[in-house]
């Protein structure tokens, strides 16, 4: 069946009556006709060349919509007898609704994006196909893949899709500035100090340049600080919030600390993004944790010259997968789940691995093609991303569980009272950890 019974867990209310009618109709009559089981490659002794055409549903940019036409094109070469529409759906909030949508409808896309935090959501409920036979029959290399990026699309050992759109967060830094200053990036947390002394200038009471800024508007975020700093999201059974531990809680303390300071700018509210590249870009902030698919716009747009440094770390060292993968529907016809299969493995194959991302502006996601002479050309032109792919297998996936859009909206609010109204994120924090645990219990 596509999904699980328990549809509360990511229907939106006005969907719930309909979707719940299409999955009675649906487990009536078991596998629907033309469809194959769950994860159920058909051998291909005879490739069958029969015509047929499948939809993919995007949330690809402007600005991506040249390298995807091209991409389709060549695939169109390699399998004339598969016709590929590409749909956009809106960014990702508005294709994921419209995926809900197709499911309670019974017509869904062959082929989708999702973005990275929300793939557990659709998988628990079965609305992707289990790649690992397709993956099995065909002998994919998933060692080219690095590490973390292959987990963000697996989920509970059965493998979804791969990386297409990937990015993760990084901090761009004001080189120019911080040379001249005599001081680099700082690595661990304890050298956060030293740097924010050095570089946070003040007139008085008011910073005139904050030492750095962490997006409060994205637990993606500030997920990593907690990590980093020895604490956790969930308890180890994943039953419960540990936010409200001493590990954890390091991390809104140090963001108390040094905001009270004057030497971190905690971006959130309306227009905060916009807000927070600008004042970078003036020289008001001399390093932005931001997403790596901006370095480009960055680089364009900057009077200085422009570092990238990963995230600092205490106890570890990480930083989150961000952006989009490509998954089958499960609710596709069986010829448009080989079709489907064939234009997942071709989109993110290691040849035209660096032209994509080049064109898209986000990662490379082969090994071998980082390490080919065309992604050695790829670092002469984009030397900042070496300080991504030097810490290749730490960029891991976000914490995976089903319910977490919701239960992380409670910590991202204790983080935007503290960006806003300076209100003691201590005590927040363990009234949130407290609605966490209210919001996993139903999916216990």
């Not at 959130?268 to 370095?295: C, P, W």
């Not at 480009?296 to 200085?304: D, I, T, V």
């Not at 234009?343 to 994509?356: D, L, Q, V, Y």
Request: charged share 25%; with cysteine; aromatic share 12%.
């Amino acid at each position: 069946m596509y999904m699980n019974t328990n549809v509360k867990r990511w229907v939106t209310p006005v969907l719930v009556g309909v979707l719940t009618a299409g999955l009675a109709a649906c487990s009536s009559g078991g596998t629907p006709a033309g469809t194959t089981g769950a994860g159920a490659a058909p051998a291909e002794a005879k490739p069958d060349t029969t015509p047929v055409t499948i939809q993919y549903w995007h949330a690809h940019a402007e600005a991506q919509l040249a390298g995807l036409n091209d991409r389709i094109e060549e695939f169109k070469k390699k399998y004339p007898h598969i016709t590929v529409e590409p749909v956009y759906q809106g960014a990702y909030g508005d294709l994921h609704k419209k995926l809900q949508a197709a499911v309670a409808a019974g017509d869904v896309p062959a082929v989708t994006n999702v973005e990275v935090a929300s793939l557990p959501n659709f998988a628990d409920g079965g609305v992707f196909a289990d790649l690992t036979s397709w993956i099995k029959r065909d002998k994919t290399d998933l060692n080219d893949f690095s590490k973390g990026m292959l987990q963000a699309y697996a989920y509970n050992g059965k493998q979804y899709g791969f990386p297409l759109i990937v990015s993760t967060s990084v901090f761009v830094y004001n080189k120019t500035l911080l040379d001249e200053l005599g001081v680099k990036p700082p690595q661990t947390w304890s050298e956060i100090e030293a740097f924010n002394q050095k570089v946070t200038k003040k007139e008085g009471d008011k910073t005139t340049r904050y030492a750095f800024s962490v997006p409060g508007w994205d637990t993606w975020y500030y997920d990593p600080w907690i990590v980093n700093g020895g604490g956790k999201i969930l308890t180890g059974d994943m039953k419960k919030s540990a936010m409200d531990t001493p590990e954890s809680l390091r991390f809104i303390e140090n963001f108390k600390k040094w905001k009270q300071e004057g030497s971190m700018h905690i971006g959130y509210g309306k227009g905060a993004s916009d807000n927070m590249r600008q004042m970078f870009l003036n020289g008001e902030i001399a390093m932005v944790q931001h997403t790596s698919a901006l370095l480009k716009m960055y680089r364009e747009n900057a009077k200085f010259e422009v570092g990238v440094s990963f995230l600092p770390g205490d106890k570890t060292r990480t930083s989150n997968i961000g952006g989009a993968g490509i998954v089958m529907m499960e609710g596709a016809k069986a010829n448009q789940k080989e079709a489907a299969w064939k234009f997942i493995e071709f989109m993110t194959s290691a040849e035209p691995n660096i032209k994509w991302a080049e064109s898209v502006g986000y990662l490379p996601t082969r090994k071998s093609a980082i390490a080919s002479s065309e992604g050695a050309e790829y670092f002469k032109r984009w030397p900042q991303y070496k300080a991504v792919f030097d810490n290749f297998d730490s960029v891991t996936p976000r914490l995976q569980h089903p319910a977490y859009p919701e239960f992380s909206k409670q910590y991202m609010e204790v983080v935007g009272r503290l960006a806003l109204n300076n209100e003691d994120p201590v005590p927040l924090m363990k009234e949130a950890s407290q609605k966490m645990n209210d919001v996993l219990k139903d999916y216990e």
